[in-house]
């Protein structure tokens, strides 16, 4: 009997061990993605781009980026040529020193983002703070799709400047004992969860977390919010992330996933 107690308790322990090697995991990737040479934390500048002839003199001598309806050239050291956008991706780069400079495009404004390999924002970046890792935060949602996805027009962090997606539907689940919907967009091929709880502002961050999952199977999506995290704009202030929409703001406290991260 004792030693199928044991089998039976070794049984019910190995999900919860896979699971937290899992998350500790997206964790490392997530660690190393933000602190890449391509990362997040090197996003040093954001410059939006007029019609015509735009010099910025915060960029290297030499460059000048003209704005023509949908297309943007670069002028470097006298020599054109035409750059394509993030959107859709992926960009162009141009480079001086140690910078990597591109073209973005966000609800139909165009800028030039900067890199730096040595932006202060990556030198001074001293990790996550992370919510414990716990199997109850991780839920099968029954997935409720819309007959038809709809379009949705985000606010993002930065005034005037918004961002389009298409909804396909919405995924229900409980947590905390209460029947709780989020409303995700597609983005690369899967489901982005954009939300705010009730630890926003307080322990996470006061703009909202994203949480990604796959696509429905068999009408469940699973959410993990161990895996959920802060958006770029916790780390520069150049990045142009999108707002929960008011369906998206929970009405429990999701202590899981990242904690604010403070700037020094």
Known sequence: MRALAAILLMASLHPSSDHTRDVEAWRARRMASLKADDGWLTVAGLHWLTPGWNRFAELPAGMEWELSGKRVTLRQNGVERELKSDNPGPADLAAAGNLTLFV?????????????????????????????????????????????????????????????????????????GRTLR???????????????????????????RFLYSDLAQDGVVTLDFNQAYNPPCAFTPYATCPLPLPQNRLSIAVEAGEKTYHME
Do not use: C, M
């Not at 997606?165 to 947590?175: H, Q, R, S, V």
């Not at 989020?182 to 909202?208: H, K, M, Q």
């Open 104 to 176: 973005i495009e966000r609800g139909g404004k165009y800028g030039i983002r900067v890199r730096d390999t040595q932006s202060p924002y990556r030198e001074k970046f001293h990790g996550i703070e992370n919510y414990p890792v716990d199997a109850k935060w991780k839920v099968a949602a029954r997935w409720l799709a819309y007959e038809t996805p709809r379009r949705r027009t985000l606010p993002t962090v930065i005034e005037g400047v918004n961002e389009e997606y298409e909804a396909p539907g919405e995924a229900e689940f409980t947590l905390a």
């Open 182 to 208: 989020l409303e995700p967009v597609l983005s690369e091929g899967r489901l982005f969860f954009i939300f705010r709880d009730l630890t926003t502002g307080r322990t996470t961050y006061p703009a909202g």
